[in-house]
């Protein structure tokens, strides 16, 4: 069974970093592209961040680019967020989900429960 | 950017209705279109991929159809487990994959 198990959410100030990590089990992790994507309290789904099974791709939607960082050990089985210069807008729920490829595209197979981030002072 | 609109935001229907969401694209999309459907306080679940294929395990009672600009997903027969929020996402910018707004379906 595919599990994702995220943490590392929390309390953090305006202006402060936090990394929120993604535990992998059930499957190769290795084998696959991994995202996050966050839901803002009472709001809509926002696709984050890619990262290609390898590490040598990598995407960020335009209102985190330069200040998130996505990475991952494939010999740890985890997918990580560093997310740098919070800003209120960022407080979320965020996910980590799965990649499902095909035909030229990819799908969130599967999802994690998600990890809650609030910024505030 | 591709926008994507869903109607209605909001909808009321009753267990056995046959219910019909609409997801527009502001440009053409070929068939790179997921339905997700998400239940309050969980995590979202891939529904239909590639505009309409049937993801494993999910009742046949969903359905979705389209391409380039204009899809649909339609739920045959409302069950109650089905009351959720539904969300659309376009894939044709792949891995940057944006989502509709939802379309929240409550008990009439």
């Known amino acids: 069974e595919v599990q994702l198990v995220e943490s590392g959410g929390g309390l953090v100030q305006p202006g402060g970093s936090l990394r929120l990590s993604c535990a992998a089990s059930?499957?190769?992790?290795?084998?696959?592209?991994m995202n996050w994507v966050r839901q803002a309290p009472g709001k809509g789904l926002e696709w984050v961040s890619y990262i290609s099974s390898s590490s040598s791709t990598i995407y960020y939607a335009d209102s985190v680019k330069g200040r998130f960082t996505i990475s991952r050990d494939n010999a740890k089985n985890s997918l990580y967020l560093q997310m740098n210069s919070l800003r209120a807008e960022d407080t979320a729920v965020y996910y980590c989900?799965?990649?499902?490829?095909?035909?030229?595209?990819?799908?969130?197979?599967?999802w994690g429960q998600g990890t809650l981030v609030t910024v505030s002072s | 950017d591709i926008q994507l609109t869903q109607s209605p935001s909001f909808l009321s229907a009753s267990v056995g209705d046959r219910v019909t969401i609409t997801c527009r694209a502001s440009q053409g999309i070929s068939s790179y279109l997921a339905w997700y459907q998400q239940k309050p306080g969980k995590a979202p679940k891939l529904l239909i991929y590639a505009a309409s294929t049937l993801q494993s395990g999910v009742p046949s009672r969903f359905s979705g159809s389209g391409s380039g600009t204009e899809f649909t997903l339609t739920i045959s027969s409302l069950q109650p487990e089905d009351f959720a929020t539904y969300y659309c996402?376009?894939?044709?910018?792949?891995?940057?994959?944006?989502f509709g707004g939802g379309t929240k379906v409550e008990i009439k």
């Open positions: 996402q376009q894939l044709n910018s792949y891995p940057r994959g944006t």
């Open positions: 059930g499957f190769t992790f290795s084998s696959y592209s």
């Open positions: 989900a799965r990649d499902y490829y095909y035909d030229s595209s990819g799908y969130l197979e599967d």
